[in-house]
């Protein structure tokens, strides 16, 4: 499993982007999965239901089932997002985080504009179709799927 984190400001194109790049390298064979980082007091699950309850009442994990869907949801206190990585998605060949610019996963920026993170932050590429003031060596990738793809798989997935 590889994992590679798209980092940019916010209102940069992450998610239009990944939801972009999901099919195309699942149409490539690829199993992929997807994790987004969120502000602490986003609650994942909707106040009111069953399964809402449930947590609140003290349930470790809540899982909602149906013949179609499942999603699991528990409370934790900073477990850092590797472990889950590990835990959850370790039968996939490749992982796509939205956000998560701390983690120790290499990074993809998405950029549209103001200033880059590439720089502060080191990056395997930078995907844009604006030029900007990026460090000598950073590869910049126009905002098309099929080559940031092509480089995924060149670059993360061939090792």
């Known amino acids: 499993m590889k994992v590679v984190a798209f980092i940019g400001h916010k209102g940069s194109g992450k998610t239009a982007f990944l939801r972009a790049l999901v099919p195309v390298l699942t149409a490539r064979g690829i199993r992929v999965g997807t994790a987004k980082h969120v502000a602490p007091d986003v609650e994942p699950d909707i106040p009111g239901t069953d399964t809402y309850f449930h947590r609140k009442a ?7 089932y149906s ?80 080559i940031v793809a092509d480089f995924l798989e060149a670059e993360v997935l061939e090792d």
Do not use: M, T
């Not at 477990?79 to 998605?89: A, G, H, K, R």
């Not at 549209?112 to 502060?120: D, I, S, W």
């Open 58 to 64: 003290g349930a470790a994990r809540v899982l909602l």
């Open 67 to 146: 013949d179609a869907h499942a999603a699991l949801f528990w409370d934790h206190v900073k477990v850092p997002v590797e472990e889950y990585i590990e835990q959850y998605f370790s039968d996939l060949d490749l992982v796509l985080l939205e956000g998560f610019k701390g983690s120790r996963y290499p990074k993809i920026e998405i950029y549209r504009g103001g200033e880059p993170l590439a720089g502060k932050i080191p990056v395997l590429a930078v995907v844009s179709n604006r030029s900007s003031h990026l460090p000598d060596g950073v590869p910049v990738l126009p905002r098309d799927p099929e």
